[in-house]
């Protein structure tokens, strides 16, 4: 079963993949590139086109110099180029990459991109934005024992 756009036409193979082109045809853009303005619908797509800007290129093949700003554009240089094909069970997910967006940097984990940030981007937004998520969660947990033993 095909879910088609009934705006350009296009199909998808899943009804979620059809929700999130929608939003392409959305005339509200939440999302602002800080470099030149234009606007996305998506966080991922805002992400990939920062990278034209900062030159980030954090997916690189291990047989050349090139590099790349997307997983998947990579994969198909490995493909036309080297010949190299990406075998992939159904369902099966890739191994994330946790990118620095200021400088390109790559970590495996969660931590290690945070320790990163800390260490060379102190004034990053994004340590700004996990501070003010940890500080919110910490109140969220501190004020029931505060509140059941009378202090406040």
């Keep these: 079963m095909l879910f088609r ?12 993949m059809l929700n999130r082109h ?18 996305f619908n998506d966080t991922f ?4 086109h920062v990278r ?8 690189k093949c291990h047989l050349c110099d090139k590099a790349f700003t997307q997983r998947c554009s990579l994969e198909s240089h490995l493909k036309k180029i080297h010949g190299v094909q990406q075998n ?7 191994n994330k990459l946790y990118v620095c967006e200021d ?3 790559t970590a495996d984990s969660q931590e290690a ?10 004034n990053s937004s994004l340590i700004q934005r996990a501070s003010k998520k940890l500080a919110v969660n910490l109140q969220d947990d501190v004020s029931p024992l505060l509140h059941s033993s009378h202090i406040i």
């Design 113 to 122: 991109h945070l320790h990163h940030i800390q260490n060379v981007h102190p």
């Design 45 to 48: 797509d805002l992400k990939r």
């Design 22 to 39: 929608m939003k392409c045809h959305s005339e509200v853009k939440r999302h602002r590139c800080e470099h030149c303005g234009k606007g």
């Design 5 to 16: 756009c009934t705006l350009c036409d296009k199909s998808f193979s899943y009804q979620r």
């Design 88 to 94: 992939y069970a159904y369902k099966e997910r890739r």
């Design 52 to 59: 034209t800007h900062t030159g980030v290129r954090p997916y």
């Design 103 to 105: 400088c390109g940097f």
